[in-house]
């Protein structure tokens, strides 16, 4: 077996299972040191037992590497695929129709993974596009794009187009909604992107009319695609409570200016809670079932997002990304 492909499957199943980044990274970074060494010393370092000499080559991935080169298939690998199970058991009619996910992250930004390994990661998944949604400037702890980046990382993924087609990266951002409500981005360079999504990341817990206003502000941005995990709240840990607004006012507003409502899957946010789901629903809202995905292995959590759907009565009509991507960029431009 390829060592390469062994390490990176190890990293999904891992990433998958949300074990933590730092194992992760570890498994990816030895498949790219892997990645650059012969094949021949490779098999000759097995063989002798040095694998451990490599840098940033320990025991548990020596064990990977060997048994691949050797010819057999890594007795790792083959247990983490026995522990591998469904996320959820309901939502699946839904996420048999879903053809791309309209949020998530590279290295560019908080994510852990370069824009091809997220690609890779998508296609093999049986995605036919993605979204990427690096963060914006203001987020300095995401490492937030700056408009030079931004466009730097434009030419990157018309680069990658080329090279994966048919599949497609659609360019995007997910914007900081400031505290007024404006978007923390250049407005010409918004204007250039296939998707914005626009989520608060500050002050969650302002007031609830002055937060109602900053997300009705927000939402009538014409360049705002998508509305992002909407109550920042989270339910793992010590979690954080659900930021205070007039959902009836911002969900109202989302279907009148044509905003997707985004149905997060990430499993410590969930966001929105299936009341606000309803609600929305109820409203006339469309939904975006988007990953939020920081990592490769976590484009496979759509199912969490699915089954709150399906159980909201949310059916794959009301969702943004059950279309093609001529067909999403098409209701996109008329909007």
Same mark, same amino acid.
């Given at each position: 077996?390829?060592?390469? $492909?062994?390490?990176?499957?190890? =990293?999904?199943?891992?990433?998958?299972?949300?074990?933590?980044?730092?194992?992760?990274?570890?498994?990816?970074?030895?498949?790219?040191?892997?990645?650059?060494?012969?094949?021949?010393?490779?098999?000759? @370092?097995?063989?002798?037992? /040095?694998?451990?000499?490599?840098?940033?080559?320990?025991?548990?991935?020596?064990?990977?590497?060997?048994?691949?080169?050797?010819?057999?298939? +890594?007795?790792?690998?083959?247990?983490? $695929? !026995?522990?591998?199970?469904?996320?959820?058991?309901?939502? !699946?009619?839904?996420? =048999?129709?879903?053809?791309?996910?309209?949020?998530?992250?590279?290295?560019?930004?908080?994510?852990?993974?370069?824009?091809?390994?997220?690609?890779?990661?998508? %296609?093999?998944?049986?995605?036919?596009?993605?979204?990427?949604?690096?963060?914006?400037?203001?987020?300095?702890?995401?490492?937030?794009?700056?408009?030079?980046?931004?466009?730097?990382?434009?030419?990157?993924?018309?680069?990658?187009?080329?090279?994966? =087609? +048919?599949?497609? #990266?659609? /360019?995007?951002?997910?914007?900081?909604?400031?505290?007024?409500?404006?978007?923390?981005?250049?407005?010409?360079?918004?204007?250039?992107?296939?998707?914005?999504?626009?989520?608060?990341?500050?002050?969650?817990?302002? +007031?609830?009319?002055?937060?109602?206003?900053?997300?009705?502000? $927000?939402? =009538?941005?014409?360049?705002?695609? %998508?509305?992002?995990?909407? /109550?920042?709240?989270?339910?793992?840990?010590?979690? &954080?409570?659900?930021?205070?607004?007039?959902?009836?006012?911002?969900?109202?507003?989302?279907?009148?200016?044509?905003?997707?409502?985004? #149905?997060?899957? &990430?499993?410590?946010?969930?966001?929105?809670?299936?009341?606000?789901?309803?609600?929305?629903?109820?409203?006339?809202?469309?939904?975006?079932?988007?990953?939020?995905?920081?990592?490769? !292995?976590?484009?496979?959590?759509?199912?969490?997002?699915?089954? @709150?759907?399906?159980?909201?009565?949310?059916? +794959?009509? &009301?969702?943004?990304? /059950?279309?093609?991507?001529?067909?999403?960029?098409?209701? #996109?431009?008329? @909007?």
């Amino acid at each position: 077996m390829d060592p390469v $492909a062994a390490l990176k499957q190890i =990293a999904l199943y891992l990433e998958r299972a949300g074990e933590a980044t730092q194992k992760v990274r570890a498994f990816r970074r030895a498949a790219a040191r892997v990645a650059e060494i012969d094949a021949a010393e490779l098999r000759a @370092r097995a063989t002798a037992g /040095t694998l451990t000499e490599i840098p940033g080559i320990g025991n548990t991935i020596a064990l990977v590497v060997a048994e691949s080169v050797l010819g057999g298939e +890594p007795s790792y690998l083959v247990k983490l $695929a !026995g522990t591998q199970t469904a996320p959820v058991a309901g939502g !699946g009619a839904l996420r =048999a129709a879903l053809r791309g996910d309209c949020h998530t992250h590279s290295d560019w930004s908080d994510g852990g993974s370069p824009i091809r390994e997220m690609a890779e990661a998508a %296609i093999a998944l049986g995605h036919e596009w993605i979204v990427l949604t690096d963060h914006s400037p203001r987020l300095r702890v995401a490492h937030g794009l700056s408009a030079d980046r931004l466009r730097r990382q434009l030419e990157l993924v018309a680069e990658l187009n080329v090279e994966l =087609a +048919p599949f497609l #990266i659609l /360019t995007g951002i997910e914007v900081d909604i400031l505290l007024d409500g404006s978007l923390d981005q250049e407005e010409d360079l918004l204007a250039e992107l296939d998707v914005v999504v626009a989520s608060v990341h500050s002050k969650l817990r302002m +007031p609830k009319a002055e937060m109602t206003e900053r997300m009705l502000t $927000a939402v =009538a941005n014409p360049h705002v695609d %998508i509305l992002g995990h909407c /109550t920042g709240r989270l339910v793992v840990g010590k979690g &954080r409570p659900e930021s205070e607004f007039d959902p009836r006012a911002v969900f109202s507003a989302c279907a009148a200016h044509g905003v997707a409502v985004e #149905i997060n899957s &990430r499993p410590e946010r969930l966001d929105p809670p299936r009341r606000l789901l309803r609600e929305a629903a109820d409203l006339g809202c469309d939904f975006a079932v988007n990953t939020d995905a920081h990592a490769p !292995g976590q484009l496979d959590w759509l199912p969490f997002g699915c089954q @709150r759907a399906e159980e909201c009565g949310i059916g +794959p009509d &009301r969702v943004i990304n /059950t279309r093609t991507a001529d067909e999403l960029l098409t209701a #996109i431009a008329a @909007r």
